[in-house]
């Protein structure tokens, strides 16, 4: 009865096709009923390639919730519409591109590289984001490198200290450890086409009086400030209008040095808290 959706697609259990189909009987929006894949990003992938050309919008809308409302679809689609004529250019991916793991883990930081079940093709996404007028940026945590990860058995000798499960803060006083962050990000813009990146969790530097051999820098805050100002260098002379986001608490004159776009600390739906925040 919503007039803000015209086709449904029900993803579900094999077991549950004919079931749902017979339940389904009569409702003329109904464009599918299908298999869902392994991974939820997987059954969203599935519902999307069983829509018709038409489409341009797509609401998901998964089993856990079950009991949404008209109203609050019509509210979804209308503010999607109206996010678009204010002039929202850009397209920001947060965490969890890297890996189909979505237990929170960050234990899976540190490779940077696209699960296929979730982007079966990085530079194929960016494409279509640009074919649509907009930049497209992407989230990566900087110091974060996790047991799981190729870069984790390259650098374990070379962390500044462990950070929560399965994950550590690298030692930013190596030259190795910046030449590996810096050239994952240009090789982000050159074999990608991003347009810039949310660097996130800056703030998990921490000081440390501990020296070893190898190490070009005493003090890990010289050495962060090293390593951002030769990224920035490096992004700047691939792209000069690069755009790298960073959020509170790590924000401040000198991060604006690296920076051109600033946020507020994490408040999901809570718009009074987000704007008193960048204030």
Request: aromatic share 10%; net charge negative.
């Amino acid at each position: 009865n919503c007039d803000a959706i015209k086709e449904i697609v029900v993803v579900t259990r094999e077991d549950l096709i004919l079931p749902i189909m017979r339940l389904c009987a009569g409702f003329t929006k109904l464009q599918a009923v299908i298999c869902g894949g392994a991974t939820r990003p997987e059954s969203v992938q599935l519902g999307l390639n069983a829509m018709s050309n038409k489409v341009k919008l797509v609401a998901v809308q998964d089993g856990a919730r079950p009991l949404v409302t008209e109203a609050v679809i019509d509210q979804a689609v209308r503010e999607a519409h109206i996010a678009k004529k204010l002039g929202f250019d850009i397209c920001i991916v947060d965490d969890g591109w890297h890996t189909d793991n979505n237990l929170g883990s960050y234990g899976y930081c540190g490779d940077w590289k696209p699960t296929t079940v979730k982007v079966p093709d990085m530079k194929a996404f960016v494409d279509g984001v640009h074919e649509a007028g907009m930049k497209f940026m992407l989230w990566y945590s900087v110091p974060f490198v996790g047991e799981y990860t190729e870069a984790y058995e390259r650098f374990k000798d070379k962390m500044l200290r462990h950070d929560r499960s399965k994950t550590y803060v690298v030692d930013p006083r190596y030259p190795e450890i910046r030449d590996y962050l810096i050239g994952l990000y240009k090789n982000a813009v050159i074999e990608w086409g991003l347009d810039g990146f949310k660097l996130d969790f800056v703030d998990s530097f921490s000081g440390s009086d501990t020296v070893r051999e190898g190490m070009d820098y005493v003090s890990v805050y010289d050495a962060v400030d090293r390593l951002f100002k030769d990224l920035v260098a490096a992004l700047r002379a691939l792209n000069p209008d690069i755009l790298i986001e960073f959020r509170q608490a790590y924000i401040g004159p000198l991060m604006r040095t690296f920076g051109n776009m600033f946020r507020s600390g994490d408040c999901p739906a809570d718009s009074r808290t987000n704007r008193l925040n960048t204030l």
